[in-house]
């Protein structure tokens, strides 16, 4: 059974829908509010909206990005497995890499704010409700636009895509580049988007916890 593929006109009108909406909050909003992490909490909700609304609309149902109760449930599950598997990766990794003198948590290191109220908002946008709408637009909708010229050209242009709006000038988003890859070998594989949904979640709330963690030491 291959992942779904999603029609051309699904892919427009949900970017259609998206970048407006990326562009009055980023230009608007988030130079008006004073909290900007509870404006991008509520642009990434209004955006979940939207491209749950246009996949019911013109693709007949979310099983076309494998978002039914049945495959979430067990898309759940397998992304809990792959997120103890890369977990587990990572430390081995982190372990080598110290014992020749290279720190990679320097690398993954994200600024953290500094008030608990704009802390907890923090998490929840960046490791819950922000994975989800990614991955419902990168993985559902682009991979699955994609997956019509196979899995490997799929995986490289949603990654591709996925890695752009996350370039810094001076820093390659390492990270980026293999999360993007991860979360699209785990739809393809599973054909549930749970399973990145899970894998993206809890790898972001452990990027921001390892994080905090000199500053709770100071």
């Known amino acids: 059974?291959?992942?779904?593929?999603?029609?051309?006109?699904?892919?427009?009108?949900?970017?259609?829908?998206?970048?407006?909406?990326?562009?009055?909050?980023?230009w608007f909003l988030f130079s008006h509010l004073p909290n900007r992490f509870l404006a991008l909490g509520g642009m990434r909700i209004l955006e979940m909206i939207m491209l749950i609304t246009a996949t019911m609309y013109f693709e007949g149902g979310l099983e076309a990005i494998g978002l039914t109760p049945r495959l979430s449930l067990y898309g759940i599950k397998k992304g809990l497995l792959w997120s103890a598997c890369l977990a587990t990766s990572a430390v081995i990794l982190h372990i080598v890499l110290l014992?020749?003198?290279?720190?990679?948590?320097?690398?993954?290191?994200?600024?953290?704010?500094?008030?608990?109220?704009?802390?907890?908002?923090?998490?929840?946008?960046?490791?819950?409700?922000?994975?989800?709408?990614?991955?419902?637009?990168?993985?559902?909708?682009?991979?699955?636009?994609?997956?019509?010229?196979?899995?490997?050209?799929?995986?490289?242009?949603?990654?591709?895509?996925?890695?752009?709006?996350?370039?810094?000038?001076?820093?390659?988003?390492?990270?980026?580049?293999?999360?993007?890859?991860?979360?699209?070998?785990?739809?393809?594989?599973?054909?549930?988007?749970?399973?990145?949904i899970i894998i993206h979640s809890l790898g972001n709330l452990s990027i921001f916890s390892l994080s905090l963690m000199p500053q709770m030491v100071q």
């Open 1 to 26: 059974m291959e992942t779904n593929t999603i029609q051309i006109k699904t892919l427009v009108i949900s970017i259609a829908l998206i970048i407006p909406v990326e562009i009055f909050f980023g």
């Open 99 to 196: 014992s020749a003198g290279i720190n990679a948590l320097a690398w993954i290191r994200t600024p953290i704010p500094t008030s608990h109220q704009a802390l907890i908002l923090f998490f929840i946008v960046g490791g819950i409700i922000s994975p989800v709408v990614e991955e419902i637009f990168f993985r559902g909708i682009l991979f699955g636009f994609f997956r019509r010229w196979g899995a490997t050209t799929a995986v490289v242009l949603s990654t591709i895509l996925f890695v752009i709006p996350h370039l810094k000038r001076g820093t390659i988003p390492v990270t980026q580049m293999v999360g993007g890859v991860v979360f699209a070998a785990a739809y393809e594989k599973e054909k549930s988007l749970a399973a990145p």
